[in-house]
T-cell receptor
Framework: DTAVSQTPKYLVTQMGNDKSIKCEQN?????MYWYKQDSKKFLKIMFS???????INETVPNRFSPKSPDKAHLNLHINSLELGDSAVYFC?????????FGPGTRLTVT | QKEVEQDPGPLSVPEGAIVSLNCTYS??????FMWYRQYSRKGPELLMY????GNKEDGRFTAQVDKSSKYISLFIRDSQPSDSATYLC????????????FGTGTQLKVEL
């Protein structure tokens, strides 16, 4: 039983396209996150939602828009994809401070 | 000065060695201290989580926090090839919405 799942696992797309990544957690956690891991493996938070409300919004281009239809799901929509968006995107969830990560979505923009 | 400093490695040790991984941090408001392990092409996995100075042990792993020196360590005893991974230190601010600030990760290879 997967705790935090993401789809798709791999995403290859061209510049200018719009794409979405989905995340679901079955842990009953209240808070969910999106992180970006760049080519140097540095992990940085992008967004955090608590009970469907946005609570952390780091300096991220507004082409990135998170959406939380319910507290078990947090999706990430990216408009007008750019080469620099190529990275691995991780979803995570937490109840207190302990965060549990999904397997990641490897996005390649060509 | 970076908020978190972590030697990226790679660190190569023989099987059975004791491994010491370290991070220094500059933000006094960090109150929760974590170590994550990340295997290649996988998500980070929480190994250790503590909020006080001192040592916390879990099997072969010991996490050490020294708040006065702003220094945290992870020790791995009797290292195994399966411990080969990238180890990331991570920190949470109080009142920061549980935002994790990560180190850059140290790549560890345990050789037979």
């Amino acid at each position: 039983d997967t705790a935090v799942s993401q789809t798709p696992k791999y995403l290859v797309t061209q510049m200018g396209n719009d794409k979405s990544i989905k995340c679901e957690q079955n842990l009953g956690h209240d808070t969910m996150y999106w992180y970006k891991q760049d080519s140097k493996k540095f992990l940085k938070i992008m967004f955090s939602y608590n009970n469907k409300e946005l609570i952390i919004n780091e300096t991220v281009p507004n082409r990135f828009s998170p959406k939380s239809p319910d507290k078990a799901h947090l999706n990430l929509h990216i408009n007008s994809l750019e080469l620099g968006d190529s990275a691995v995107y991780f979803c995570a969830s937490s109840l207190d401070g302990e965060q549990y990560f999904g397997p990641g979505t490897r996005l390649t923009v060509t | 000065q970076k908020e978190v400093e972590q030697d990226p490695g790679p660190l190569s040790v023989p099987e059975g060695a004791i491994v010491s991984l370290n991070c220094t941090y500059s933000n006094s408001a960090f109150q929760y201290f974590m170590w994550y392990r990340q295997y290649s092409r996988k998500g980070p996995e929480l190994l250790m989580y503590t909020y006080s100075s001192g040592n916390k042990e879990d099997g072969r792993f010991t996490a050490q926090v020294d708040k006065s020196s702003k220094y945290i360590s992870l020790f791995i005893r009797d290292s195994q090839p399966s411990d080969s991974a990238t180890y990331l230190c991570a920190f949470i601010l109080t009142g920061g919405g549980n935002k994790l600030t990560f180190g850059t990760g140290t790549q560890l290879k345990v050789e037979l």
